[in-house]
């Protein structure tokens, strides 16, 4: 049983940065597949950031260069989010999935979610 839990969103001006965290509680010892999604009102979900065991990553186009995903032994997974636009305005979720190889970014593929924390980005 895989469980997740989201911090660290808030409210920023443009070009600030905020750190988001993701406490995983699972079998360690496994392959997962770990990525943030982000979802905003009226909008479908989108994949931001993956990352696997061996530390492969993967990331939308448009946050390439500003945000970074990173994780530590115990599959806990961190988003490092440098010069936010407004744009970046969304309820950020993590996502966990055993399995090995390049993380995808489709959501689909992802059984274990947390329930997201909000990030607002103003300008």
């Known amino acids: 049983q895989v469980q997740l839990v989201e911090s660290g969103g808030g409210s920023v001006q443009a070009g600030g940065s905020l750190r988001l965290s993701c406490m995983f509680s699972?079998?360690?010892?496994?392959?997962?597949?770990m990525a943030w999604f982000r979802q905003a009102p009226g909008e479908q979900r989108e994949g931001v950031a993956g990352i696997n065991s061996d530390g492969t990553t993967t990331y939308l186009d448009s946050v390439k260069g500003r945000f970074t995903i990173s994780k530590d032994i115990e599959n806990n997974v961190f988003l490092q989010m440098d010069n936010l636009k407004p744009e970046d305005t969304a309820t950020y979720l993590c996502a966990a999935q055993r399995g090995g190889g390049p993380p995808s970014l489709a959501d689909k593929w992802y059984d274990y979610w947390g329930r997201g924390t909000q990030v607002t980005v103003s300008s």
């Open positions: 699972g079998n360690v010892h496994w392959n997962y597949w």
